[in-house]
């Protein structure tokens, strides 16, 4: 079967059906609202939508902590608007990812209650339990200053239970083979319903082996593969975008050699160092962060991002490279989370600069890989640091002036729209932007669709050229014998750039056609290119002129 590597050149658009739009005043977003929203999203460009956890839940962790797989929390809908969303989508040839939070449940879902309450429960296994408190038990904590512990005491139970996140989310014991069957199962019924892939949560505690004092959780890398191939068998061009925030050095083994595991990752490691390039104007740590990343099967994706919906994590950055970042963007303790992290939107992190917007938004336009998009980051949505942890960045979307920015009638929406200062909805909504042929919502779809008018990004091998600062970057793209050059100055200061290109796309013309504008640029007559960049300006060149035209193979 010939694989469908649709990902390749996609442009991935993340929402909240809870918190994108109510369609009948409850004050809580859902399904039908958001169908009614799908002629705006395909008018923006995007070609998939990522479905924030939207099956029934507690709803104490956004969502996060599920307690039926199999169903759509009445809030949201029916399982019959869901297939009417995804049918919407399908006429509109969006693809549609949801999230599959399988490395633990809610602490009410049914499979733990059963665990809890009998010993000889079927569900006893597919939980890890210990009779004594680990001694390791207050280690490994995900959300430090918030989470105390991961095993946690059970009256009825009598044990602890592992729990890698808060503790009403039980850990469930994914090295069991009828948990993993069950995960096929959950897998397989949503894709009947016309999903066609999955954002995998936390891949690499789903992988790791679990239990009380081990001294090194090993990961089973071939349950990716397995999830694979049932995808495969199910439903052409199904993927899994994991969620694995792990070490460069281990990319190749969740890809796969072949790409046979996981289809696309998020690019953690590119996602730091291009914050700690907008923050000090050094783009060098970036361009590492690229190569480190760039080996990858032919097959497989990365997801490039700006802002998602959980904290900036800087783990990845020296202590000197993330108080950088601290000090301009999150300087004050309020900004910051877990001891690693910036729970800000990006709009309010750049001070509502549109030239450092922009450059932020072509920056990663332009990475290696496949933009991925958070609802609200195409009009410039600001956060609320009132809000507990990371809801301050998941308020309501901002459609238009109407009371509670026409996300719903109600008086009170399930969170608190953002109403106040450069931010609120009065000056920032989408209603306003589509009317401005200037605004940055427009500038957005335009730099979409020239997105997805170059296909080199996504399928193509990338290098940097050489440049005699550190504080600009000049990144090319080879694909086909096609040929595509980014320049991006990090700095608030303009700067001149000069370089060559490889001699195979120095043509007769010497000519690089700007994408964005009619600034096109010459060469001089020893193949020299000089191009003066405006504070945080960019620009997206296009090799050989009408040369390029008469030899594309497309054309």
């Known amino acids: 079967m010939i694989t469908d590597l649709w990902y390749k050149n996609a442009v991935v658009y993340c929402l909240s059906v809870a918190t994108y739009m109510d369609a009948n005043g409850d004050g809580v977003g859902d399904f039908k609202g958001l169908t009614r929203r799908l002629d705006y999203l395909q008018g923006m460009g995007?070609?998939?939508i990522w479905l924030m956890p939207f099956q029934p839940s507690p709803c104490r962790d956004?969502?996060?902590?599920?307690?039926?797989y199999y169903n759509v929390d009445p809030r949201y809908g029916t399982l019959g608007d869901f297939v009417e969303f995804t049918h919407g989508c399908s006429q509109r040839g969006i693809r549609v990812l949801?999230?599959?939070?399988?490395?633990?449940?809610?602490?009410?879902?049914?499979?733990?209650?059963d665990a809890c309450r009998n010993p000889k429960s079927k569900y006893r296994d597919w939980y890890v339990w210990s009779q004594k408190k680990p001694k390791d038990a207050s280690s490994g904590v995900v959300f430090p200053g918030v989470q105390k512990a991961t095993w946690t005491w059970e009256e009825k139970a009598r044990a602890y239970y592992f729990h890698r996140f808060y503790n009403f989310q039980p850990d469930l014991n994914t090295s069991h083979p009828e948990v993993q069957a069950e995960i096929l199962k959950i897998m397989g019924f949503w894709l009947e319903l016309g999903v066609d892939g999955f954002r995998m949560d936390a891949v690499p505690f789903v992988i790791a082996k679990k239990g009380a004092n081990l001294k090194r959780p090993a990961e089973r890398y071939d349950m990716l593969r397995s999830f694979a191939e049932f995808l495969t068998w199910r439903?052409?061009?199904?993927?899994i975008l994991g969620e694995a925030n792990v070490l460069p050095k281990d990319d190749l083994a969740y890809f796969g050699k072949w790409g046979e595991r996981l289809q696309m990752m998020f690019n953690f490691e590119v996602n730091q160092h291009l914050f700690y390039a907008l923050a000090s104007g050094d783009g060098q740590p970036l361009i590492e962060a690229m190569q480190l990343t760039k080996p990858r099967p032919a097959t497989a994706q990365w997801g490039q991002f700006l802002r998602n919906h959980d904290e900036l994590d800087l783990g990845r950055l020296t202590v000197s490279q993330r108080q950088t970042v601290f000090a301009e963007f999150g300087p004050e303790k309020?900004?910051?989370?877990?001891?690693?992290?910036?729970?800000?939107?990006?709009?309010?992190?750049?001070?509502?600069?549109?030239?450092?917007l922009e450059l932020a938004y072509s920056l990663m336009m332009t990475l290696p890989g496949t933009p991925v998009l958070r609802y609200g980051d195409e009009i410039g949505m600001g956060d609320n640091l009132e809000l507990p942890e990371r809801s301050c960045a998941r308020t309501p979307m901002q459609w238009s002036m109407e009371p509670n920015a026409g996300f719903t009638t109600h008086s009170r929406p399930i969170l608190p729209v953002i109403a106040e200062g450069a931010f609120g909805f009065n000056q920032v909504n989408v209603a306003i932007q589509r009317r401005d042929p200037n605004s940055f919502l427009n500038w957005m779809e335009r730099i979409i669709r020239m997105r997805k008018e170059i296909p080199e990004i996504g399928w193509g091998d990338f290098s940097t050229l050489p440049l005699r600062t550190r504080s600009a970057l000049a990144v090319l793209y080879e694909w086909r014998n096609n040929c595509v050059l980014f320049l991006h100055n990090l700095i608030a200061e303009p700067q001149e750039v000069r370089f060559r290109l490889p001699k195979k796309f120095a043509g007769e013309r010497n000519l690089l056609v700007n994408l964005l504008s009619g600034d096109n640029s010459e060469a001089d007559?020893?193949?020299?290119?000089?191009?003066?960049?405006?504070?945080?300006?960019?620009?997206?060149?296009r090799a050989g002129g009408l040369d390029y035209l008469l030899r594309r193979s497309d054309v």
Not at 342 to 348: D, F, M, S
Not at 525 to 539: A, D, Q, T
Request: aromatic share 12%; net charge positive; charged share 30%.
């Open 334 to 356: 309020s900004m910051q989370l877990y001891d690693r992290g910036i729970r800000r939107r990006l709009a309010p992190m750049l001070r509502g600069d549109r030239q450092r």
């Open 525 to 541: 007559s020893r193949g020299r290119y000089s191009v003066v960049l405006e504070p945080y300006g960019y620009r997206w060149f």
């Open 62 to 68: 956004d969502g996060y902590d599920v307690s039926d």
């Open 235 to 239: 439903k052409a061009g199904a993927i």
């Open 98 to 113: 949801i999230d599959l939070v399988v490395n633990h449940t809610s602490n009410e879902h049914p499979w733990f209650r």
């Open 46 to 48: 995007i070609t998939a």
